[in-house]
């Protein structure tokens, strides 16, 4: 016979740990001394923590990899086992349902953070600061808003915006808000922060090496 066809060969429990494997938790099977079993088994594990790729994901939990041989075996396996045999309904149970966290979210364009930020900013007990807190929060409602809108959202919908998520403890003054342009966005702010220091340090670099060439020159000239 040349060859074998994988329908022809005995089906492999576990594709993952290959068919070698198989075949060798097949032959401990038939040993008929246990203590010549158990060794031939812990040493059959610590070989797949060599060469079997899962297994690296195992070795954290070694138990996980006794189960494993106990289902190559189809459960028919006497040996010594380091931890409790595992029974054959494990095959059977369903993984735990997910439940995924339900949190309403007043307005989702803001999301959930947002209305933490205005809790947390409702329990400050100095006006100054609360209206700050407020100021500040609007900048980040603008930002988040344009991250996933085209259009720009006006100033009046966030004041409004910020009275309903506090029930009315923070209260700005949309007048003010307009006027000193308190709602501008927060990338601008970092941004212009960050140039400011490099453009000065920039001149003053270019004032230097002008002030050292000309120097120079003068030495020259002399």
């Given at each position: 016979m040349i060859g074998e066809y994988n329908t022809?060969?005995?089906t492999i429990i576990l594709k993952e740990y290959g068919r070698n494997v198989q075949k060798l938790v097949n032959y401990i099977r038939t040993v008929p001394d246990k203590d010549k079993r158990t060794q031939l088994a812990t040493t059959l594990?610590?070989?797949i923590k060599q060469l079997a790729p899962v297994a690296k994901e195992a070795q954290e939990n070694p138990q996980r990899m006794w189960d494993d041989l106990y289902i190559m075996?189809?459960?028919n396996l006497d040996v010594n086992n380091p931890f409790s045999t595992p029974d054959r309904t494990i095959l059977f149970k369903k993984p735990r349902k997910m439940e995924?966290?339900?949190n309403d979210v007043r307005f989702r364009h803001y999301g959930k953070n947002i209305e933490r930020l205005v809790f947390e900013a409702t329990q400050k007990e100095d006006p100054q600061e609360r209206e700050e807190a407020a100021i500040y929060i609007g900048k980040l409602m603008k930002t988040f808003y344009s991250a996933w809108n085209k259009e720009t959202l006006d100033d009046s919908v966030i004041v409004k915006d910020i009275n309903?998520?506090?029930k009315g403890k923070l209260?700005?003054?949309l007048d003010k808000v307009r006027e000193?342009?308190?709602f501008e966005k927060l990338y601008r702010e970092q941004r212009t922060k960050v140039q400011r220091p490099e453009g000065n340090e920039r001149n003053q670099g270019r004032n230097n090496r002008f002030k050292k060439n000309r120097h120079q020159h003068r030495r020259?000239?002399?």
């Open positions: 022809s060969r005995e594990i610590e070989l075996a189809d459960f995924y966290p339900q309903l998520l506090s209260a700005l003054s000193e342009n308190l020259r000239d002399k």
